[in-house]
């Protein structure tokens, strides 16, 4: 897994669950790895701070899987980047 | 009163912390969590020697502050003493009641250094979670399954005590068959320990209420709680009855947010007292609230004097706060252990670090050394800042 992005969300799933990053791929669901609603709000403090973005609530909500929030993020960076 | 838990200074367990209240052994010592090079004050009475990590899971450890950690331990403790399994129906009815004064600051006190001093611009998320005064009830009844009223009390130094009373009168009521009553504190952080200092009531050497030479309190931490259950239920089960919580009395000074007045404690001793149908004379021993600052101890005297009259002369009185330090919303449920353990194995625990006596003062405290004697009933007193005055009046196993 070398896209950083795939990275930062794969490590920052293993610390906030406190499980090897092995157990964690982009078809895992959130509810497979056991994900509770303040796993999630750490999680994307964790990402927030490792990516240095900002992830609106209203774009947290649609999450259901890794790749979800993978996708999620590169569409925030890259619509972070068209604005002038 | 069938089980006992308890983690502070003096030990991580109630067979820890009454072995050194029976030597008279202090656990005051220099504050090694915080940096003290800022402060006036050096000492304090902390847990020393606790690993987190031998007590929970790492995610549940990320939803803890030290102090609901503090909660959960002694919980966990008095329902292994108590030889209490909760069924899903025993769950039903058992009440949760912890008080704490200040909650999860130490956690606060982190997120806003990073916020305003290393201008992190956010807040661990968990941060709700963990400061909220309630997440050592909280995880009491959820790790416990105990599914009946659970609730928090925060009446600065008198939390625990107001705590274990109106469990207490939860089960009087038939609100519940059994309640886990008691408090936790974890007061150990920079900026809380800088508002103590302001406060100027914190001694710079140690704690020795009612000695003449007595120069402040001296924080401390930890967590103790209290398996209460109705005489009858507990010897119907076969249970060892430690002792027996006979009264609950309460006051408010209604007078100043710090400076105390004996008016609101003689009433709440008084209270308690009446609810428990016990005659002055029949008290053998006052757990005091002995913060050992100038202005608490000869104002408690007075206020013992004024209960007790004549009887004060023949009756013992010890500040356990010179042994386990001012663990805040936790005081009155290590001292309420104290008490009940003095009932029940005939030991009265002494007052530590007790140099010379104060006229002002004129107790027995049972200076330094602890005393067999085998008592009727005791008294615990909790006197809080805001005026808010808690005693609880406890009676030897088998009195009734």
């Known amino acids: ?84 | 009163m069938t089980g006992l838990g308890a983690i502070c200074a003096l030990g991580h367990t109630v067979r820890e912390v009454w072995a050194a209240m029976r030597e008279g052994r202090s656990g005051i010592g220099p504050i090694e969590s915080v940096d003290v090079s800022r402060l006036r004050f050096t000492n304090g009475a902390e847990v020393r020697g606790y690993e987190p990590a031998r007590h929970f899971e790492p995610n549940r450890l990320d939803l803890l502050d030290r102090f609901a950690q503090f909660a959960v331990v002694a919980a966990r403790e008095a329902l292994a003493d108590a030889g209490i399994v909760l069924t899903p129906e025993l769950g039903e009815r058992t009440a949760i009641v912890t008080g704490s004064c200040v909650g999860g600051q130490t956690t606060e006190d982190a997120g806003f250094a990073d916020l305003y001093g290393a201008g992190s611009g956010r807040v661990h998320p968990l941060s709700i979670p963990r400061i909220m005064a309630n997440a050592g009830a909280s995880w009491i009844s959820t790790e416990m399954g105990a599914t009946g009223p659970s609730f928090t009390v925060s009446t600065a130094c008198a939390s625990a005590s107001h705590a274990i009373g109106l469990a207490f009168w939860l089960l009087r009521n038939h609100a519940a068959d059994l309640a886990l009553a008691g408090g936790s504190e974890a007061p150990f952080s920079l900026g809380h320990l800088k508002a103590w200092e302001a406060m100027r009531v914190v001694a710079p050497d140690t704690c020795r209420p009612f000695s003449v030479d007595r120069r402040g309190m001296i924080l401390g931490e930890g967590g103790a709680m209290l398996v209460l259950e109705p005489l009858e239920t507990a010897r119907a089960r076969g249970a060892r009855v430690l002792a027996e919580l006979l009264g609950f009395g309460m006051s408010s000074d209604a007078h100043h947010a710090t400076q105390p007045n004996a008016l609101g404690p003689v009433r709440a001793m008084r209270a308690a007292l009446a609810d428990a149908s016990l005659a002055p004379e029949q008290v053998g021993y006052v757990n005091a609230h002995g913060t050992g600052t100038l202005a608490n101890d000869p104002m408690e005297a007075r206020a013992i004097r004024e209960v007790f009259g004549a009887h004060a002369s023949r009756l013992a009185v010890s500040s356990t706060k010179s042994m386990h330090g001012h663990a805040l919303g936790a005081a009155g449920a290590i001292e309420a252990v104290a008490t009940v353990l003095a009932l029940s194995e005939g030991v009265l625990p002494p007052t530590a670090n007790f140099t010379a006596a104060d006229p002002e003062c004129d107790l027995d405290v049972v200076p330094l050394r602890a005393r067999p004697a085998w008592i009727e009933a005791a008294l615990s007193n909790s006197f809080a800042f805001g005026g808010m005055n808690a005693v609880l009046a406890f009676g030897a196993p088998g009195r009734g």
């Open chain 1, 1 to 84: 897994m070398s896209d950083p992005v795939a990275e930062a969300v794969v490590a920052a799933l293993s610390k906030v669950k406190h499980i090897p990053r092995e157990r964690v791929s982009l078809d895992s669901t959130l509810v497979d790895l056991g994900v509770d609603s303040l796993d999630a709000i750490t999680m994307l403090f964790e990402l927030e701070d490792q990516l240095q973005i900002t992830i609106p609530d209203e774009a947290a909500r649609s999450v259901r899987s890794v790749g979800d929030m993978v996708e999620g993020i590169r569409s925030l960076a890259a619509a972070s980047c068209k604005t002038p």
